[in-house]
């Protein structure tokens, strides 16, 4: 509305505005300041009223109550969580959707019971003994871990219901717990799997094994070509090394001379090794 359009009323020692008379009519009694017939001014234009904090405060809270509280009781009849605690050890289990399979559930925290007190032993005696694990309706990937927490794609659960070794995985990554720029990240992701492979409850179920050497794979493929590679080094050249290499990454101690140091071959001598006694074992 233009300024030349509005003149000015007073009242009960208030200043209003209000649309000239020449061009409408108000209903609102200048000389009271009836509030009982304000508001149909207000709706209907006539009149430009300057809120006060507590009336702004007052109006704040009616909008909240009517666009968000619904929206909060909504998730919160969605959201579930249970806190589970096994020697020592606790589990936040945060379900986003409460009617996400119960025995699928059940056995997701069965698997985080059986593992991770094992790998926080033989790995890194200082990891956390608490972690929040989150089944996420909304992530479209299909797992990942930082700082304590894991969260796991619903979707994923769903499509792969005997998956339930991806907490193994992604508690290794709690387990781990490298510093930024502590080695590669082919290396962090095929010891994670590597152990998955070792102290995984389920790899039939899941459709899950190490995949025999291909002609594209290399040891910086990562996940189960990488995870494959550090068993045969275990085994053939020398036993306990991932432990090592798992210290040596927490500590930001790695190199590649420790490939050398331990096995007495280089990084890249090792895979020639590996590669040569894949294509002689299958012939």
């Known amino acids: 509305m233009k300024a030349s359009e509005m003149t000015k009323i007073k009242a009960d020692g208030k ?6 008379s020449a061009t409408m009519r108000t209903d609102f009694d200048s000389q009271r300041g009836d509030w009982l017939l304000q508001p149909l001014a207000i709706e209907r234009g006539l009149l430009e009223v300057p809120l006060s904090k507590t009336m702004k405060q007052f109006a704040f809270a009616i909008l909240f109550g009517v666009l968000c509280v619904p929206v909060w009781a909504n998730l919160a009849t969605r959201v579930h969580a249970d806190t589970l605690v096994q020697n020592g050890f606790q589990l ?27 790998l926080v032993e033989a790995f890194n ?21 930082h700082d304590g927490r894991v969260v796991i794609s619903q979707a994923w659960l769903e499509r792969m219901p ?13 387990v781990q717990n490298y510093p930024s720029d502590s080695g590669p990240g082919w290396l962090v992701e095929g010891i994670a799997d590597f152990v998955r492979y070792r102290y995984g409850v389920d790899h039939a179920g899941a459709g899950w094994s190490l995949p025999a050497l291909g002609d594209d ?20 050249r020398k036993p306990g090394f991932v432990k090592t290499l798992d210290r040596a990454m927490r500590t930001r101690t790695y190199d590649a001379a420790i490939w050398k140091a331990e096995t007495d071959l280089e990084l890249d001598e090792l895979w020639d090794a590996y590669a040569s006694a894949e294509v002689q074992g299958d012939r």
Do not use: C, N
Not at 94 to 107: P, S
Not at 125 to 145: K, S
């Open 92 to 118: 936040v289990f945060v379900q986003q959707d409460a009617a996400f399979d119960k025995h699928l559930a059940a056995r997701l925290k069965k698997t985080f019971f059986q593992v991770y007190p094992d």
């Open 15 to 20: 200043i209003f505005q209000k649309r000239s």
């Open 217 to 236: 794979h290399h040891y910086t493929s990562s996940y189960r070509v990488t995870a494959r590679f550090l068993d045969w080094v275990e085994r053939e």
């Open 162 to 174: 005997g998956d339930v070794d991806v907490v193994t995985h992604e508690v290794m990554h709690i």
């Open 125 to 145: 005696p200082d990891a956390v003994r608490q972690v929040v694990l989150t089944i996420d309706t909304a992530y479209d990937g299909v797992a990942y871990a």
